[in-house]
């Protein structure tokens, strides 16, 4: 049963501050992606990785940046959080490398609220 | 760009009616096309790609690549059918994955 565990379920932080958030795999999965989940726009993606510190842009990677030093963990970082980054935050990795093995399993979420 | 987009919000229908969630995409290669549910309290999860041609939970999805469009279909919607429903695209032998904007689903009994 693959697992993608994301560290933390609620986060208030504070304008300014410095967000990590964690995100470990066990299957082996060659992909990892972070999703932000906001009602009435879906899940945008900010960031996916296809290697061990390899990444990529996705749609709305401004004020986000990634970490991937090892296979199984994939970090999102929130330089100085902002109001308008209060969203549930969604992880997610595939095993990917092929045409319909591109099946992403979901962690849980991350609700993040900065005030 | 691959773009996905889900016309509608909210959708909702009565226990056996039929139901038909709308997904159009725009991509100029060849798209992977999934569709991703979100029951109330669990993770997201695959609900089924279209390229297994398969029937889940008597759901089905046909890729139409004429009109771009990957609409999910049951002919008799039950109560237990209620939530978020996301249409996603894949570019072929890519690792990216991007979503629509969700339509939730109720079935009303």
């Known amino acids: 049963d693959v697992k993608v565990t994301q560290s933390s379920r609620y986060l208030v932080k504070r304008t300014g501050e410095k967000v990590f958030l964690e995100c470990v795999q066990d299957?082996?999965?060659?992909?990892m992606f972070w999703y932000r989940q906001d009602p009435g726009l879906g899940l945008r993606l900010i960031y996916f990785?296809?290697?061990?510190?390899?990444?990529e842009k996705g749609d709305i990677p401004e004020g986000y940046s990634v970490s991937r030093e090892k296979k199984e963990r994939f970090s999102l970082i929130l330089e100085s959080a902002s109001t308008n980054q209060t969203s549930m935050y969604l992880c997610?990795?595939?095993?990917?490398?092929?045409?319909?093995?591109?099946?992403?399993?979901f962690g849980a979420g991350s609700r993040l609220t900065v005030l | 760009a691959q773009r996905v987009t889900q016309p509608e919000k909210l959708l909702s229908v009565f226990k056996g009616a039929p139901v038909e969630l709308k997904c159009n995409y725009s991509?100029?290669?060849?798209?992977?096309l999934f569709w991703y549910v979100q029951y109330s309290r669990q993770r997201l999860q695959l609900l089924l790609r279209?390229?297994s041609r398969e029937s889940i939970k008597g759901f089905t999805a046909d890729l139409n690549k004429g009109e771009t469009s990957f609409h999910l279909k049951k002919p008799f919607a039950q109560e237990e059918d209620s939530a978020m429903y996301y249409c996603?695209?894949?570019?072929?032998?890519?690792?990216?994955?991007?979503f629509g904007a969700g339509t939730r689903l109720t079935v009303k009994p």
């Open positions: 299957m082996d999965h060659e992909n």
């Open positions: 279209h390229i």
């Open positions: 991509y100029s290669g060849s798209p992977e």
């Open positions: 990785s296809y290697d061990v510190k390899m990444k």
């Open positions: 996603a695209l894949s570019s072929y032998n890519n690792n990216d994955m991007r």
């Open positions: 997610a990795s595939s095993s990917g490398g092929h045409s319909g093995a591109n099946v992403l399993t």
